[in-house]
C-alpha cells in the first residue's frame, strides 16, 4: 500500500498536471510560438544583401550586364565594379575607339543615385584585320572596370549605365542597354565578379612618359599631300610583338597605324594624318603602346603645323 502510493507520487510527479490537465497543452503552445518567432528573427537576420550584379541584357552575337565585387567600399572610399560583355563564338566588341569601322564603347552614369563620379578603364584592346578593315578591340567579350565613387559612403547607391556598344561578325550589331546594380557597405561580396574585375584592372595600360622602359619617344611628321606620321617606339619585351593604337581630339575618324618595323628595342609605326583634328598648330594625342602582356597610355602634343 504504501510502495504503491510512492509509485503514484512519483508517477505524478514526473507528469504534473493541473486539475483540467491543460498545464501541459499551454506550454506546449508558448514553445511552439517561441519556436517559430525565433525562426522569423533568424531569417531576417540573414536576409541576403542587394545583388552585387545586374540582370543580363541580351543581344544578336552576345550578352552584357553590370557586376561588382560587393561590399563593403575600399580603403579610399570606392567601390569596384565592371561592364561585362560576353560574345558568342566567332563574334568580337570593340574598343573606346573602334579603328577603320565599328561602334566604340560607351557608357553614360549620369543617371546614377549617389555616385559621385564614375570612371570606365579598358584593359589593352587586340588588332584585328579582315580583307576590308583594321579595327580594335576583344574577341570572346570583355570585362571593363568601372570605378565608382559614392556621394555619401555610408548611404546605398546605385550604379545606372546606359552602354552603346557593337558585337560584330559578318554583321554588326549596335546595341543599347539601360542597366542598374546597387552598390554599398552591404551589398553582397562577390569572389567570382571580384576576381574578374581584379584581372581585368591588371590588364588596363599605366600612364608613361617618353622616358620609360615601354613608350612612345618620337613621333615624326614626314610632309606629303597627306602628312605621315611616324611613331618611334622603345619595347620593355623586345622578343614579343608590339602594337600602338592612336586616338586624335574629338571629331577625328583615324585609321589604325602600320607596324613598319620591329628591331630589338626598337619598333617603328606609321599612321596617315588624314582625318586627325587640330586647332591652330598642336594636336593632343591619345597613345596605347601594347608589348609582351604589358600596355601604358601615353599623351603627346604634337606639333601640327606642317599637317595642313
Known amino acids: 500500500m504504501t510502495r504503491d502510493a510512492d509509485q503514484g507520487t512519483q508517477r505524478a510527479a514526473a507528469h504534473p498536471t493541473t486539475g483540467n490537465g491543460s498545464l501541459g497543452v499551454v506550454s506546449l503552445a508558448r514553445m511552439t510560438a517561441a519556436f517559430f518567432a525565433t525562426l522569423a528573427l533568424c531569417a531576417v537576420a540573414n536576409k541576403p544583401a542587394a545583388a552585387a550584379t545586374s540582370p543580363w541584357f541580351r543581344s544578336t552575337g552576345g550578352e552584357v550586364r553590370l557586376i561588382?565585387?560587393?561590399?563593403?567600399?575600399?580603403?579610399d572610399g570606392s567601390y569596384r565594379a565592371a561592364l561585362e560583355i560576353r560574345t558568342e563564338e566567332g563574334w568580337k566588341t570593340y574598343w573606346r575607339y573602334p579603328g577603320d569601322s565599328g561602334i566604340g564603347t560607351t557608357a553614360?552614369?549620369?543617371?546614377?543615385?549617389?555616385?559621385?563620379?564614375?570612371?570606365?578603364?579598358?584593359?589593352?584592346?587586340?588588332?584585328?584585320?579582315?580583307?576590308?578593315?583594321?579595327?580594335?578591340?576583344?574577341?570572346?567579350?570583355?570585362?571593363?572596370?568601372?570605378?565608382?565613387?559614392?556621394?555619401?559612403?555610408?548611404?546605398?547607391?546605385?550604379?545606372?549605365?546606359d552602354v552603346s556598344l557593337g558585337l560584330c561578325k559578318d554583321v554588326c550589331v549596335p546595341v543599347t542597354a539601360h542597366l542598374e546594380v546597387p552598390l554599398g557597405p552591404d551589398t553582397a561580396r562577390d569572389a567570382t565578379s571580384g576576381n574578374a574585375i581584379a584581372a581585368a584592372r591588371a590588364k588596363v595600360p599605366l600612364p608613361a612618359s617618353a622616358?620609360?622602359?615601354?613608350?612612345?619617344?618620337?613621333?615624326?611628321?614626314?610632309?606629303?599631300?597627306?602628312?605621315?606620321?611616324?611613331?618611334?617606339?622603345?619595347?620593355?619585351?623586345?622578343?614579343?610583338?608590339?602594337?600602338?593604337?592612336?586616338?586624335?581630339?574629338?571629331?577625328?575618324?583615324?585609321?589604325?597605324?602600320?607596324?613598319?618595323?620591329?628591331?630589338?628595342?626598337?619598333?617603328?609605326?606609321?599612321?596617315?594624318?588624314?582625318?586627325?583634328?587640330?586647332?591652330?598648330?598642336?594636336?593632343?594625342?591619345?597613345?596605347?603602346?601594347v608589348n609582351g602582356g604589358e600596355a601604358v597610355d601615353q599623351r603627346w602634343t604634337l606639333d601640327a603645323s606642317t599637317l595642313d
Do not use: C, W
Open 68 to 75: 561588382t565585387a560587393g561590399g563593403p567600399a575600399d580603403g
Open 108 to 161: 553614360d552614369f549620369s543617371g546614377s543615385s549617389n555616385v559621385a563620379s564614375a570612371m570606365l578603364a579598358f584593359p589593352a584592346p587586340e588588332r584585328h584585320e579582315d580583307p576590308y578593315s583594321t579595327t580594335i578591340g576583344y574577341e570572346g567579350g570583355a570585362v571593363l572596370p568601372i570605378t565608382v565613387k559614392p556621394g555619401s559612403p555610408d548611404a546605398p547607391a546605385m550604379l545606372v549605365a
Open 211 to 289: 622616358g620609360d622602359p615601354l613608350s612612345v619617344t618620337d613621333i615624326a611628321i614626314e610632309p606629303g599631300t597627306k602628312p605621315v606620321l611616324r611613331f618611334t617606339a622603345r619595347l620593355a619585351k623586345p622578343d614579343q610583338p608590339a602594337d600602338l593604337f592612336v586616338e586624335g581630339p574629338d571629331g577625328s575618324y583615324l585609321s589604325v597605324p602600320e607596324r613598319a618595323s620591329q628591331d630589338g628595342e626598337k619598333a617603328v609605326f606609321t599612321l596617315s594624318s588624314d582625318g586627325l583634328m587640330h586647332k591652330g598648330d598642336t594636336a593632343e594625342l591619345r597613345l596605347t603602346l
